[in-house]
């Protein structure tokens, strides 16, 4: 499985950006996929995941009615909308899969233990 980010880049504070997760090497329709975010001097942590059918997104506190997960399995790519981004949204951010088919729990889907392949990251950095 190989998942590739894009999309990051610089932005104001009160910007919008909006990230991309190319996967391929498996059926992407019938997998969960997830984003995670590393600060400097922070550990990583949970930003979104979508189940497998996209019915369901789950978000941070922290990013909840700013960010919106989105799927399109036809292009086998998630898509993370940021609107009315913050300094503090500064991180690299990673797109991750799970190994198991079919996750739609949100308490399997925030957890990075859950997930097996992750991305090379892209940078989001948001000026003040």
């Known amino acids: 499985v190989q998942l590739q980010a894009s999309g990051g880049g610089l932005v104001q504070d009160g910007g919008s950006l909006r990230l991309s997760c190319a996967a391929s090497?498996?059926?992407?329709?019938?997998?969960?996929m997830g984003w995670f975010r590393q600060a400097p001097g922070k550990e990583r942590e949970f930003v979104a995941a979508?189940?497998?059918?996209?019915?369901?997104?789950y978000y941070a506190n922290s990013v909840q009615g700013r960010f919106t997960l989105s799927r399109d399995n036809a292009k086998n790519t998630v898509f993370l909308q940021m609107n009315s981004l913050r300094p503090e949204d500064t991180a690299v951010y990673y797109c991750?899969?799970?190994?198991?088919?079919?996750?739609?729990?949100?308490?399997?889907?925030?957890?990075?233990?859950?997930?097996?392949?992750w991305g090379q990251g892209t940078q989001v950095t948001v000026s003040s």
């Open positions: 090497g498996r059926t992407f329709s019938n997998y969960g």
């Open positions: 991750a899969a799970p190994p198991s088919p079919f996750t739609s729990s949100g308490r399997d889907l925030n957890q990075q233990r859950n997930y097996a392949y």
């Open positions: 979508i189940s497998w059918t996209g019915s369901s997104a």
